[in-house]
């Protein structure tokens, strides 16, 4: 299994990023596929996701109304789309996925066994 990351950059507060996951070895409409992020000196923290292979999407609190997730299903790709971006979103964004989450652990980093390598997003303010 690889997920490939990639759509990080630098943008000023009020700008947006789309980010990109792309799998292989797996197919992202039948698992668990989630957005995680870790700020220096912090730890990672969820983002967002979908749970299983519905259309239900959870977010952190603070993302909502921001952020949103989606996937292609024909690329095999699942998408961050960032707007009103804010200096408190810099991080470097990860990719996950798990295949029988229980929904109750969607938002762990450690029931996720399957990471990309990480997209840096820095916003300017």
């Known amino acids: 299994v690889q997920l490939q990351a990639s759509g990080g950059g630098l943008v000023q507060a009020g700008g947006s990023l789309r980010l990109s996951c792309a799998a292989s070895?797996?197919?992202?409409?039948?698992?668990?596929m989630g957005w995680f992020r870790q700020a220096p000196g912090k730890e990672r923290e969820f983002v967002t996701a979908?749970?299983?292979?519905?259309?239900?999407?959870y977010y952190d609190d603070s993302v909502k109304g921001r952020f949103t997730i989606s996937r292609d299903n024909a690329k095999n790709t699942v998408y961050l789309q960032m707007n009103s971006l804010k200096p408190e979103d810099t991080a470097v964004y990860y990719c996950?996925?798990?295949?029988?989450?229980?929904?109750?652990?969607?938002?762990?980093?450690?029931?996720?066994?399957?990471w990309g390598q990480g997209t840096q997003v820095t916003v300017s303010s």
């Open positions: 070895g797996l197919t992202v409409s039948r698992y668990s």
């Open positions: 979908f749970f299983r292979s519905g259309s239900n999407t």
């Open positions: 996950a996925a798990s295949a029988g989450l229980i929904l109750s652990s969607l938002r762990h980093q450690n029931a996720h066994p399957y």
